[in-house]
């Protein structure tokens, strides 16, 4: 809890402003077609970067580096320095690579762009691919003070970014006069964005090497692998990687398919009703789980690994019910705001500059469908870091083919039977069916291996939450109907109705759950208590 309370308040930060940056993107860039082709363009980076080396750090990396420290501590020091330079000249020779491949890219996910549209986000993919190198040894870093306990710096970084993005956002403004598109965007704008980007990510692996060298790591370059290391790592490597080419393969058809709906939504004048406003709702709802989900799962992978190795199953175990009752306990409210609150989220976020009320529209069905795989996504997603703990990188690759396959399914259905403004609330529904469906098959699979999953204790605090939420969704939508009535929708009455409505429906919430005595509510606030200034611990 410790931990993870250090990492959610650094990963609160991050997405706050993070919230900031998307809101500044939205004001300067709007949701359409220019927007479209900087989203696509800039996600290239971070799905090469998944595709290559993202999955292998969490389910490679840090359960061997663990072993290893846990055999010799010096054999552990020098295995670290052996991968972290095979990462850095893979790295390298990665983002060369995707730079001659940028026009590729923007063919694979941009859907139907063409035109002066597609020109510009094959020169946005060339220009961010030089992220990729930044991003891996971010990550790489981040990695590697996760195994010698070191969770803040990694959590505080990404705000260094979002504050370099959000700053080149409000310079974009400044410079800028009037709609911008594709055929009018100047070579200055283009440089501001491309610097602004990529800078930032520099930044933010910088921003690591002061923890790294505090934690006693420093890089040596070497390549010196004994005999069967670089097996060991392949073999495990080899099914992580599958996991991570069939996830991005349903990425690839949904992202391509959202692009297309774009194109199809503005040749009908139905509006913006592409990527952009699909990415945007999906960064929202991510932010209660990147908040819990994330800083639990990353305190506990270590923990989860060392138990794992002395063959402790049923401590392996307790820590997945202890993360998932703890991480429960803020999902599940944040769920049900998103569902009620969703317009007002959007509209005091988003709705600005360039971004119309209408565009907030748009991103809000999308956002009120993503609540749903909520639950299900961060359930599903720590259930994998069990997986990964035990080594098994084989079964999360063969269950993401089912969970992708029901996602490409859903998105390929709803693409021909939709009409094209809600092909993108269509596509994030069946992604609330897919996490579903691999947290339902992932519990089946590791109630198996762990002779158990304390189901029982699971579900008893599932069912008391969800009594406890109630009273939140009713408060929360009476809100939302009354203010909307009053007073219309806008700025002001988005505040009025998220302050009314999550400050009362969160008391609500907290006071059921009191009731129900849930004790993971009452571990969590007693912990938030003892760090606030003058409050008594006892």
Known sequence: MRSGAIMAVGTLASRVTGFLRTSLLAAALGAGAIADAYNTANT??????????????????VPLIVRARERDAAYGARYEQR???????????????????????IDVYGGSMHGSQRDLAVLFARLFAVQIFFLGVSAFSGAILNTRKRFAAPMWAPVLNNIVICTTALAFLLVTAGKVTPDSISGLQVGLLTAGTVGGMALQTLALWPSLRGSGFRWRP??????????????????????????????????????????????????????????????????PYAIIGVSVITALLPRMS????????AEVRDDFSAG???????????????????????????????????????????????????????????????????????TPALISLAVVGTNIACAL????????????????????????AGAAVSWVVLRRRLDGMDGRRVLGTYAKLAVALWPLIGFAYAVHAVVTAALGEGLLPGLLALAVGGAGGGALY???????????????????AGRLPGVRRG
Request: hydrophobic fraction near 55%.
């Open 306 to 313: 060392e138990h794992a190795a002395a063959g402790r199953l």
């Open 83 to 105: 991968l972290f330079t095979l990462a850095v000249l893979g790295l390298a020779v990665i983002t060369a690579v995707t730079v001659l491949l940028g026009p590729v890219f």
């Open 222 to 287: 070497r390549l010196d692998f004994r005999k069967g290391e670089l097996g060991q790592m392949g073999r495990m490597a080899v099914w992580t990687l599958a996991y991570v080419v069939i996830t991005q393969i349903g990425f690839a058809i949904t992202t391509r398919l959202a692009n297309s709906a774009g194109v199809r939504g503005r040749a009908e004048h139905l509006g913006d009703v592409g990527y952009t406003p699909y990415f945007n709702a999906y960064q929202l709802f991510q932010l």
């Open 413 to 436: 259905t709803v693409y021909r039977l939709l009409p094209a403004d809600k092909i993108i609330v269509g596509i994030a529904g069946g992604f609330a069916l897919a996490q579903t």
């Open 510 to 528: 907290l006071a059921f759950a009191k009731a129900l005595r849930v004790g993971e509510v009452q571990t969590m606030v007693a912990t938030i």
């Open 44 to 61: 290239v980076p971070f799905i090469i970067y998944d595709l290559l080396l993202g999955g292998v750090l969490t389910a490679v990396v």
């Open 324 to 394: 998932l009752r703890l991480c429960s306990v803020i999902i599940l409210p944040a769920a049900g705001l998103m569902a009620m609150l969703g317009s007002e989220i959007i509209v005091v976020l988003l709705a600005h500059g360039q971004t119309t009320l209408a565009n907030a529209h748009v991103i809000a069905e999308v956002l009120r469908m993503f609540a749903i795989a909520l639950v299900p996504f961060a359930g599903y997603q720590l259930m994998l870091r069990v997986f990964y703990a035990m080594q098994d990188t084989r």
